[in-house]
């Protein structure tokens, strides 16, 4: 029989005659006699309906609270901003990117310490939602991860899979006369055929690996592509996931280490991603206060193949990827040191990497 889940902050919330007005009003909301003999897990959500990299996390969210639900938990989900760099660049509208990722870190550690959260998990899709995601799991330091929505499926155009960064390209190529208004429109209406976020190994599908690399995000459910049959049940693990972490008292400043973030460079290095995600893995060391050895990981180059080509062959729970293998560190596992097989704080901090 499954432990109890324990409830470090939420009883001072929820238990005694003296919580009658808070049950009360969270009883409006659905929450019955027993939630409230469970702890209190906060979903943090980045959903939003502008652009494609977090118009899924809705859906993602209900397989998520389930697989909370099923593990003795009482999910409690809210949303924040989010700002598309993709949608934005190029207007007065790229100058709020930057400031969105403080105020995603900022709100989601707001409603969690307003609320009293034993646990929480950070449901991320784009450039500013995943740093600020992390950000505030470290500054809360409570039992808790990211779950990654997962990249855009290819677009198909003239015979060969897109990304929107060939959109980009064709806008050059289109100004210079190189192909028509017909052409361009084609490849505009092709490039995204439905949610996740952009394809290639650009920010978001970089800084989603860091955060494997790194231990804050289960290593193989984050890289499930958004629209993959997969993606729900990888949303529901996660949800057990947090539960086991809380039971376990295994919080960010134990995993986000000095060493955890020289693996999270050398992945993104070995990966062909986006150099800014390096200097980014360093800021997340800024918001913990101390930590504990973490493995490293051999991975392979991906280049500038399309994300879920990494994925179709095992992506970062594989030493194989796409293209000519690289290897930047080799790893080293010991069940004395990184848990037995199936124990799932071994998953979470090493996942299961074939070899």
């Known amino acids: 029989m499954t432990q109890p889940a324990p409830k ?14 808070a049950r009360a009003m969270l009883r409006a909301s ?6 409230f003999a469970k702890p209190l897990v906060g979903v943090a959500n980045t959903w939003i309906e502008i652009g494609p990299c977090n118009y899924h996390l809705r859906e993602l969210a209900v397989h998520v609270k389930a697989g909370i639900r099923a593990a003795g938990g009482t999910p409690l989900e809210f949303n924040t901003v989010s700002i598309s760099d993709g949608i934005t660049m190029g207007t007065e509208g790229m100058r709020t990117s930057l ?4 105020v995603i870190a900022d709100s989601i550690e707001l409603v969690s310490r307003g609320n009293l959260f034993d646990a929480l998990i950070v449901l991320v899709g784009c450039d500013k939602t995943i740093p600020g995601g992390v950000m505030s799991l470290a500054r809360l330091d409570i039992p808790g991860l990211i779950l990654y929505g ?38 505009e209406t092709a490039a ?8 290639g190994q650009f920010t978001a599908n970089t800084m989603a690996l860091v955060c494997e690399f790194l231990g804050i995000a289960p290593m193989g459910l984050s890289s499930v592509p958004a629209t993959n049959a997969a993606k729900g049940n990888a949303g529901y693990r996660a949800g057990e996931m947090v ?3 809380l039971r376990r008292d295994i919080t960010p400043s134990k995993i986000i280490t000095k060493s955890a ?3 999270a460079i050398a992945g993104v290095a070995a990966t062909g991603g986006w150099p800014l995600c390096s200097y980014r893995s360093l800021r997340r060391r800024r918001h913990c206060a101390r930590g504990q050895a973490h493995a490293r990981r051999q991975i392979s180059s991906w280049g500038k193949s399309h994300r879920n080509r990494a994925h179709a062959r095992g992506g970062s729970s594989r030493s194989e990827g796409i293209g000519q293998t690289r290897s930047c560190t080799q790893a080293r596992f ?14 979470y901090r090493l996942g299961r990497l074939r070899h």
């Open 30 to 35: 659905g929450l019955r006699d027993e939630d």
């Open 243 to 245: 539960m086991d972490l």
């Open 192 to 199: 995204c055929p439905g949610a996740g976020a952009c394809g």
């Open 8 to 21: 470090p902050r939420s009883h001072t919330l929820i238990d005694g005659a003296n919580r009658a007005g």
């Open 261 to 263: 973030i020289e693996n």
């Open 99 to 102: 400031v969105s990722r403080e």
């Open 334 to 347: 010991s069940p004395q040191t990184h848990g037995r097989t199936g124990d799932l704080e071994g998953q």
């Open 150 to 187: 997962g990249s855009i499926a290819p677009g198909h155009f003239e015979g060969h899979a897109v990304t929107i960064q060939d959109v980009y390209e064709a806008i050059g190529k289109h100004a210079r006369g190189g192909i028509t208004d017909a052409q361009l429109k084609s490849l």
